[in-house]
């Protein structure tokens, strides 16, 4: 840990030296340039260019096409129909992040990172003392590869395969991933890759990623999609008269639920009672029942969700309480010790008065005992004697 703060210190102070030293030439030097990448159409890519000098030097990006007669033309935040994104910063010393999304073929080209501090560099009539300083990437965006992918259900299991049509770069491997967690993973060339899931797809519905390791990397979807498999939070729920009761159902499968709605005894339940509240968003649904009437209120709530696919429902049973039902455990407690305590004070008052011992006659009788057995102890030492 000592060796990593040492050399951590020791790369600071040579960005300084090298920050002062290209101060005082009047020069600017790159700390980071971009790097070539290859893409597939409708990717993204992100190049990334730093550098340093004294004054800070401005960054600049500019891009060359591969056709021949295309000339170099400066990049700006929001050009090709707001593609491209660019963020630079300007603290001690210059960084500057361009990103281009939803890549098409005329994306291709070389990517050119500019830097200069001369006052002048973006005169239109002075030549600038100074040049701008250029890196150069190269991005190869090349055609997406058709991927087949699908899934079929069999003897409680689910099988998910993806498979690679047409020429494609060279594959190194294999993942399988939900919900960023990698399912399993390869490293065999073949152009198809497969996985099996334990279990009924109600249970294991969502977006399941197949990804080919290669330069650029590949990808793929299967989609297991069921109707909405509604669950309640807490099957049966419990609140005291005049408080606020609170339902709530989800939706752990997908795709995710396009209508919620809550009914009881065959009647909606709506906002419009002025008595409920309904909050509903994507797979969560709340009910939320003002002033709780134990009549009125207790009673069976059945939560129904909507997709694409179907329906689903679940039942939440709802019991409302007096707010003197909290009080009767202890009120119980409280008589149990008022009948003991009664039951106590009537056995001694009834109590025989002989049942009570005689504090004279019980401390004279050991007394009147003891002096006798003294008595005869002398008689016999004498008649020894």
């Known amino acids: 840990m000592a060796a990593g703060a040492a ?14 030293a290209a101060g005082a030439a009047g020069t600017t030097g790159f700390i980071k340039s971009p790097l070539s990448q290859k893409r597939l159409m409708q990717d993204s890519v992100e190049l ?26 400066q990049l700006w935040d929001g050009a090709r129909q ?5 963020n630079a910063t300007y603290n001690l010393h210059s960084t500057s992040t361009i990103s281009i999304a939803n890549l098409t073929g005329d994306d291709s080209g070389m990517y050119e990172c500019r830097a200069s501090n001369d006052p002048d560099r973006n005169h239109l009539s002075k030549s600038p003392k100074v040049k701008w300083i250029r890196s150069q990437a190269n991005v190869f965006v090349i055609e997406r590869p058709e991927i087949a992918a699908g899934y079929f259900e069999d003897a409680g299991k689910v099988f998910l395969s993806c498979n690679i049509s047409g020429s494609h770069p060279t594959i190194t491997g294999h993942k399988w991933i939900h919900k960023e967690k990698i399912l399993d993973e390869d490293s065999s060339p073949d152009a198809s890759t497969s996985y099996t899931i334990e279990g009924k797809r109600e ?19 299967v ?8 669950t309640a939070y807490k099957k049966s729920e419990h609140g005291n008269e005049g408080d606020t009761g609170v ?8 795709p995710a639920v396009t209508t919620w709605s809550w009914h009881k005894s065959g009647q909606r339940l709506d906002n419009a009672s002025g008595r409920y509240i309904i909050k509903s968003s994507g ?6 029942i003002l002033k709780l009437d134990i009549e009125q209120d207790t009673g069976d709530y059945f ?13 939440v049973s709802l019991r409302v309480r007096s707010r003197l039902a909290a009080l009767w455990p202890f009120l119980g407690i409280v008589a149990e010790v008022l009948v003991l305590v009664t039951i106590i004070f009537i056995y001694e008052k009834r109590r025989k008065p002989d049942e009570v011992p005689d504090d004279d006659d019980g401390g004279s009788a050991p007394l009147k005992s003891n002096a006798t057995n003294h008595k005869d102890k002398n008689v016999r030492q004498r008649n020894a004697n």
């Open 203 to 221: 249970d294991h519905s969502g977006i399941y990623e197949c990804v080919f390791e290669a330069n650029p990397q590949m990808k793929g979807e």
């Open 48 to 73: 990334y260019c730093e550098a340093i000098g004294n004054p800070i030097p401005e960054i600049q990006w500019w891009f060359e096409g591969n056709d021949p007669n295309e000339t170099y033309a």
């Open 283 to 288: 797979n969560k649904t709340e009910l939320r």
């Open 7 to 20: 050399g951590t210190r020791a790369a600071l102070a040579l960005l300084v030296v090298c920050s002062m």
């Open 82 to 86: 707001d593609r491209v994104k660019i």
């Open 303 to 315: 939560c129904n969700a909507t997709n694409s696919l179907g329906s689903g429902d679940a039942t």
């Open 223 to 230: 989609n297991i999609s069921v109707p909405p498999q509604v």
């Open 247 to 254: 339902l709530t159902c989800k939706n752990p499968s997908f």
